[in-house]
């Protein structure tokens, strides 16, 4: 354990089924003096009706909508908005989506304040000027970006996911509500279950893993075990998807504090550059860097395998951390998440490539708890070739 660690988070926080038919209740504290607000979506979140109930508490305030947000949103997609909005006054921004409107929510926020361009941005504490007030709400269970001070940004030339972290980035206010995630389809709820998972167990792992956050990561930990699979095969429980819900959130505190690792290292060279969905990346990669790091972690995975009770508490350690990784492996199976990244063209040829890019994200790398070379990252992404 570090003697000394950091801990921040959203300013606010409000959970509960409907807790969204409630926002204007909490807008004041964000912002006394609201006349103009921008809401940030995409289409299919607008056409499900998802936000009917804000339009209704925003009835005496000018309000501008962008439905823009790609999926991997790239630094063009943010500058193009930014463009959109720039002669525009806003007193709050309103982000309400995945984690990819939350994260453009947030540079939005700091674009609009900041002589800066993304590419200024780009990387740790560099962002200069707070921004305007944010009020995030997640219709998705997985990034956790709603609580992080992080947004990640797609460079398609590059193919790179590059991160902008920042507690600038911070949110004013967040909005839990499990209704808004009841309609998501099957695989989305499997691929942002899987990485809010991803999330809290490379936290609890991490090098830098505290007391703080394996309280976090712990209790993200159980919620997400207990509550995935429901979720997946019965969209509607609304139990299942409050637990997902919360448990994201508490992942996304949990890698506040300690940060993740090495899957995610390895994760975003395939979605920069075969468009492999986040939560997938994660999912597939999870099991084969936790055998990897298995030496270095027996005792925390034996923990978890414990406290999520498939295995005794007696159970030898390299036993129940070994059951452990099998779990993972059950529920990407029961969750109908690939494990052949040959269905998304990656050949052997690309190997080289996709580890030479993981090798350069230093900053997820150096926490995790065994070093990786260029060749133990080519041997993970072989597994995971047909």
Known sequence: MQRL???QTADKIVSGQHAVKQLGDYLPGVNRDIRSVLVLTQPGIKD???LDSIYEQLEDVHVKTITDVMLEPTVGNIEDMHEDIKNDSYDVIIGVG?????DAAKVLSV???NDQSVNDMLGTNLIEEPGIPTVLIPTTSGTGSEVTPNAIVTFPEEELKIGIVSPYLLPDLVVLDPMLTLGLPKSITAATGMDAFTHSLESYISSKANYLSDTFA?????LISRSIVEAYRNGENVE?????IVGSMYGGMALTSAGTAAVHALAYPLGGKFKVAHGVANAMLLPHVMEFNLDAITEKLSNVA???RIADDGEPDQQAAEKMIEQIKEWTKTLEIPQDLSEYGVAEEDVEDLAVAASKITRLLDNNPKELSLEDMKNIYRRLLG
């Open 5 to 7: 660690y950091q801990f």
């Open 240 to 244: 299942a998807r409050e637990k997902m």
């Open 98 to 102: 995945g984690g990819s409107v939350l």
């Open 48 to 50: 499900l009706g998802l």
């Open 218 to 222: 712990m209790d993200s930990i159980r």
């Open 111 to 113: 674009l609009k304040t």
């Open 306 to 308: 414990k406290e999520i």
